[in-house]
Protein backbone atom coordinates (compact mmCIF):
# COMPACT_ATOMS: atom_id res chain seq x y z
CA UNK A 1 0.00 0.00 0.00
CA UNK A 2 1.20 3.32 -0.79
CA UNK A 3 2.47 6.04 1.76
CA UNK A 4 -0.74 8.20 -0.15
CA UNK A 5 -3.07 5.40 0.64
CA UNK A 6 -1.97 5.01 4.16
CA UNK A 7 -2.38 8.91 4.59
CA UNK A 8 -5.76 8.96 3.08
CA UNK A 9 -7.16 5.90 5.41
CA UNK A 10 -5.66 7.93 8.36
CA UNK A 11 -7.68 10.84 7.53
CA UNK A 12 -10.67 8.74 6.83
CA UNK A 13 -10.14 6.97 10.60
CA UNK A 14 -9.36 10.69 12.38
CA UNK A 15 -12.78 12.09 10.39
CA UNK A 16 -14.64 9.29 11.74
CA UNK A 17 -13.24 9.31 15.39
CA UNK A 18 -13.79 13.02 15.76
CA UNK A 19 -17.18 13.24 14.59
CA UNK A 20 -18.17 10.21 17.42
CA UNK A 21 -16.17 11.73 19.99
CA UNK A 22 -18.21 15.29 19.26
CA UNK A 23 -21.15 13.47 18.74
CA UNK A 24 -21.09 11.42 22.22
CA UNK A 25 -20.32 14.55 24.57
CA UNK A 26 -23.93 16.08 23.46
CA UNK A 27 -25.71 12.80 24.04
CA UNK A 28 -26.40 13.27 27.63
CA UNK A 29 -26.15 11.21 30.46
CA UNK A 30 -26.51 7.76 28.90
CA UNK A 31 -23.28 5.67 29.55
CA UNK A 32 -21.48 4.91 25.91
CA UNK A 33 -18.68 2.49 25.23
CA UNK A 34 -16.72 1.66 22.84
CA UNK A 35 -16.56 -1.55 21.15
CA UNK A 36 -15.36 -3.95 19.15
CA UNK A 37 -17.24 -5.59 16.21
CA UNK A 38 -16.70 -9.24 14.58
CA UNK A 39 -18.05 -10.68 11.61
CA UNK A 40 -18.19 -13.37 8.85
CA UNK A 41 -20.18 -14.54 6.08
CA UNK A 42 -20.77 -14.77 2.35
CA UNK A 43 -20.45 -12.24 -0.69
CA UNK A 44 -21.95 -12.60 -4.05
CA UNK A 45 -21.90 -10.33 -7.00
CA UNK A 46 -24.50 -7.82 -7.48
CA UNK A 47 -23.19 -7.13 -10.95
CA UNK A 48 -23.22 -9.76 -13.47
CA UNK A 49 -21.85 -8.03 -16.85
CA UNK A 50 -18.37 -7.29 -17.60
CA UNK A 51 -16.90 -5.95 -20.58
CA UNK A 52 -13.51 -5.82 -22.53
CA UNK A 53 -12.14 -4.39 -25.72
CA UNK A 54 -9.68 -6.21 -27.94
CA UNK A 55 -6.33 -4.78 -29.20
CA UNK A 56 -7.65 -3.90 -33.06
CA UNK A 57 -8.59 -0.37 -33.42
CA UNK A 58 -12.16 -1.72 -34.99
CA UNK A 59 -12.54 -4.36 -32.13
CA UNK A 60 -15.99 -3.89 -30.69
CA UNK A 61 -16.40 -3.88 -26.76
CA UNK A 62 -17.51 -7.15 -25.66
CA UNK A 63 -20.27 -7.84 -23.19
CA UNK A 64 -19.61 -10.47 -21.38
CA UNK A 65 -22.31 -12.54 -18.80
CA UNK A 66 -20.40 -13.16 -15.42
CA UNK A 67 -20.85 -15.79 -13.38
CA UNK A 68 -21.53 -15.46 -9.20
CA UNK A 69 -19.58 -18.29 -7.15
CA UNK A 70 -19.28 -16.43 -3.83
CA UNK A 71 -16.63 -15.83 -1.56
CA UNK A 72 -15.92 -15.39 2.15
CA UNK A 73 -16.49 -11.87 3.13
CA UNK A 74 -15.34 -10.60 6.97
CA UNK A 75 -14.75 -7.49 8.85
CA UNK A 76 -13.55 -6.04 12.07
CA UNK A 77 -14.50 -3.05 13.43
CA UNK A 78 -14.18 -0.44 16.47
CA UNK A 79 -16.28 1.69 17.22
CA UNK A 80 -18.53 3.89 19.73
CA UNK A 81 -22.20 4.42 21.48
CA UNK A 82 -23.01 8.20 20.07
CA UNK A 83 -26.38 7.27 22.23
CA UNK A 84 -28.71 4.91 22.97
CA UNK A 85 -30.08 3.70 19.21
CA UNK A 86 -26.91 5.27 17.38
CA UNK A 87 -23.54 3.84 17.09
CA UNK A 88 -20.78 4.45 14.75
CA UNK A 89 -17.71 2.61 13.88
CA UNK A 90 -14.72 1.99 11.38
CA UNK A 91 -14.51 -1.12 9.79
CA UNK A 92 -11.80 -2.67 8.10
CA UNK A 93 -13.58 -5.52 5.21
CA UNK A 94 -12.00 -8.52 3.20
CA UNK A 95 -13.73 -10.25 0.48
CA UNK A 96 -11.82 -13.59 -0.24
CA UNK A 97 -10.25 -14.51 -3.61
CA UNK A 98 -13.63 -15.08 -5.78
CA UNK A 99 -12.93 -17.09 -9.17
CA UNK A 100 -15.72 -15.02 -11.58
CA UNK A 101 -15.53 -16.36 -15.34
CA UNK A 102 -16.95 -14.04 -18.19
CA UNK A 103 -19.29 -15.94 -20.62
CA UNK A 104 -19.55 -13.44 -23.73
CA UNK A 105 -23.03 -12.57 -24.99
CA UNK A 106 -22.55 -9.45 -27.31
CA UNK A 107 -22.20 -8.48 -30.18
CA UNK A 108 -23.31 -10.92 -32.84
CA UNK A 109 -20.66 -9.70 -35.40
CA UNK A 110 -17.83 -11.08 -35.14
CA UNK A 111 -18.89 -13.71 -33.14
CA UNK A 112 -17.36 -15.91 -31.30
CA UNK A 113 -15.65 -13.57 -28.92
CA UNK A 114 -13.33 -14.61 -25.89
CA UNK A 115 -14.26 -15.83 -22.27
CA UNK A 116 -12.65 -14.45 -19.47
CA UNK A 117 -11.27 -16.25 -15.89
CA UNK A 118 -10.51 -14.15 -13.43
CA UNK A 119 -9.73 -13.98 -9.46
CA UNK A 120 -10.96 -10.74 -7.85
CA UNK A 121 -10.69 -10.58 -3.90
CA UNK A 122 -11.21 -6.42 -2.40
CA UNK A 123 -9.97 -4.59 0.73
CA UNK A 124 -12.85 -2.22 1.77
CA UNK A 125 -12.06 0.61 4.68
CA UNK A 126 -15.20 2.35 5.99
CA UNK A 127 -16.77 4.67 8.34
CA UNK A 128 -20.58 3.12 9.30
CA UNK A 129 -23.02 4.31 11.02
CA UNK A 130 -26.05 2.63 12.48
CA UNK A 131 -29.63 3.26 14.01
CA UNK A 132 -32.08 1.30 15.69
CA UNK A 133 -35.69 3.18 15.24
CA UNK A 134 -37.19 1.14 18.17
CA UNK A 135 -34.67 2.19 20.58
CA UNK A 136 -34.76 6.27 19.35
CA UNK A 137 -38.65 6.07 19.75
CA UNK A 138 -37.76 4.97 23.64
CA UNK A 139 -38.60 1.22 23.20
CA UNK A 140 -36.38 -1.47 24.99
CA UNK A 141 -36.11 -4.74 23.70
CA UNK A 142 -33.67 -7.57 23.44
CA UNK A 143 -34.55 -7.95 19.71
CA UNK A 144 -33.77 -4.27 18.22
CA UNK A 145 -33.41 -3.48 14.15
CA UNK A 146 -31.28 -1.56 12.46
CA UNK A 147 -30.42 -0.07 9.11
CA UNK A 148 -26.93 0.86 8.91
CA UNK A 149 -24.73 3.08 5.84
CA UNK A 150 -21.24 3.57 4.78
CA UNK A 151 -18.80 5.44 3.38
CA UNK A 152 -15.54 4.79 2.31
CA UNK A 153 -12.25 3.27 0.30
CA UNK A 154 -11.95 -0.47 -1.61
CA UNK A 155 -8.93 -1.53 -3.52
CA UNK A 156 -9.95 -4.30 -6.20
CA UNK A 157 -7.24 -6.80 -6.81
CA UNK A 158 -7.63 -8.45 -10.02
CA UNK A 159 -5.08 -11.48 -10.32
CA UNK A 160 -3.37 -12.25 -13.59
CA UNK A 161 -6.56 -12.65 -15.93
CA UNK A 162 -6.73 -15.37 -18.97
CA UNK A 163 -8.79 -14.91 -22.17
CA UNK A 164 -9.83 -17.58 -24.22
CA UNK A 165 -10.64 -17.60 -27.78
CA UNK A 166 -10.61 -20.87 -29.94
CA UNK A 167 -11.12 -19.08 -33.04
CA UNK A 168 -8.79 -16.78 -32.76
CA UNK A 169 -4.95 -16.79 -34.01
CA UNK A 170 -3.78 -17.71 -30.20
CA UNK A 171 -7.00 -19.24 -28.32
CA UNK A 172 -5.58 -18.58 -24.84
CA UNK A 173 -3.54 -15.50 -24.08
CA UNK A 174 -3.17 -14.35 -20.27
CA UNK A 175 -2.30 -10.59 -18.76
CA UNK A 176 -0.94 -9.03 -15.47
CA UNK A 177 -2.90 -8.07 -12.67
CA UNK A 178 -4.52 -4.67 -11.56
CA UNK A 179 -5.18 -3.37 -8.45
CA UNK A 180 -8.05 -0.10 -8.67
CA UNK A 181 -8.64 1.89 -5.83
CA UNK A 182 -12.09 3.31 -5.88
CA UNK A 183 -14.85 4.65 -3.67
CA UNK A 184 -17.15 2.95 -2.21
CA UNK A 185 -20.23 3.33 -0.38
CA UNK A 186 -23.20 0.86 1.61
CA UNK A 187 -26.91 -0.02 2.68
CA UNK A 188 -28.10 -1.98 4.26
CA UNK A 189 -29.87 -3.36 7.71
CA UNK A 190 -30.31 -6.58 10.33
CA UNK A 191 -31.23 -6.97 13.57
CA UNK A 192 -28.97 -7.14 17.02
CA UNK A 193 -30.08 -9.50 20.00
CA UNK A 194 -28.24 -9.14 23.30
CA UNK A 195 -26.39 -12.45 24.51
CA UNK A 196 -25.92 -10.83 27.98
CA UNK A 197 -22.33 -10.12 29.87
CA UNK A 198 -20.98 -13.63 28.88
CA UNK A 199 -17.54 -12.66 29.70
CA UNK A 200 -18.43 -10.36 32.78
CA UNK A 201 -17.12 -7.30 31.35
CA UNK A 202 -19.91 -5.17 33.14
CA UNK A 203 -22.11 -4.74 29.94
CA UNK A 204 -23.67 -7.28 27.25
CA UNK A 205 -22.47 -8.83 24.04
CA UNK A 206 -24.81 -8.15 21.20
CA UNK A 207 -24.94 -10.72 18.36
CA UNK A 208 -25.83 -8.77 14.67
CA UNK A 209 -27.56 -10.55 11.75
CA UNK A 210 -26.54 -8.21 8.95
CA UNK A 211 -27.18 -7.64 5.05
CA UNK A 212 -25.55 -5.25 3.22
CA UNK A 213 -25.35 -4.03 -0.47
CA UNK A 214 -21.59 -2.65 -1.23
CA UNK A 215 -21.20 -1.18 -4.28
CA UNK A 216 -16.67 -1.47 -4.28
CA UNK A 217 -16.14 0.75 -7.19
CA UNK A 218 -14.46 -0.81 -10.22
CA UNK A 219 -11.87 -4.20 -10.84
CA UNK A 220 -10.03 -4.17 -13.66
CA UNK A 221 -6.94 -6.27 -14.99
CA UNK A 222 -3.66 -5.23 -16.54
CA UNK A 223 -3.33 -4.76 -20.29
CA UNK A 224 0.41 -5.92 -19.98
CA UNK A 225 0.48 -9.57 -21.62
CA UNK A 226 2.56 -12.46 -19.94
CA UNK A 227 5.47 -13.95 -21.45
CA UNK A 228 4.12 -16.10 -24.26
CA UNK A 229 0.77 -14.58 -24.28
CA UNK A 230 1.73 -12.30 -27.78
CA UNK A 231 2.44 -9.02 -27.42
CA UNK A 232 -0.86 -6.85 -28.40
CA UNK A 233 -2.59 -5.04 -25.73
CA UNK A 234 -6.52 -4.42 -25.15
CA UNK A 235 -7.80 -1.10 -25.59
CA UNK A 236 -9.88 -1.95 -22.64
CA UNK A 237 -8.98 -5.00 -20.43
CA UNK A 238 -11.12 -7.02 -18.68
CA UNK A 239 -13.41 -4.95 -16.16
CA UNK A 240 -16.75 -4.64 -14.10
CA UNK A 241 -18.41 -3.11 -11.22
CA UNK A 242 -17.28 -4.58 -8.13
CA UNK A 243 -21.15 -4.34 -6.25
CA UNK A 244 -21.86 -7.26 -3.81
CA UNK A 245 -24.60 -8.50 -1.27
CA UNK A 246 -23.48 -10.06 1.81
CA UNK A 247 -24.90 -11.60 4.50
CA UNK A 248 -22.82 -11.81 7.81
CA UNK A 249 -22.98 -12.38 11.39
CA UNK A 250 -21.18 -10.50 14.24
CA UNK A 251 -20.45 -9.56 17.76
CA UNK A 252 -20.30 -6.76 19.37
CA UNK A 253 -17.89 -7.12 22.23
CA UNK A 254 -17.66 -3.71 24.84
CA UNK A 255 -14.46 -3.01 26.60
CA UNK A 256 -14.29 0.33 27.47
CA UNK A 257 -17.32 3.13 28.44
CA UNK A 258 -16.77 6.76 28.72
Given at each position: ??SAKI?????????????????????????????????????????????????????????????????????????????????????????????????????????PHAN???????????????????????????????????????????????????????????????????????????????????????????????????????????????????????????????????????????????
Amino acid sequence: MTSAKILSLAGVVATSLAAGSALAQDAGSFERDIYMRLEAGGAFLGQNRGNWTGPGPADPQITHSLSNPGAFFGSVAVGTTVFDGLRTDLSLSYQSRMNVKGQWIAPAAGAPHANMDVDVSSWIVMANVFAEPLALAGYESPIRPFVTGGLGVAFNQMDDWTRTNPAAVQPVRTFEGNTETSFAWSIGGGVSASLGDLFGLGRPIDLDLTYRYIDAGKVQGGGTPLPGSGTSVPREPFNYDNTLHTVSIGVRIPFSTY
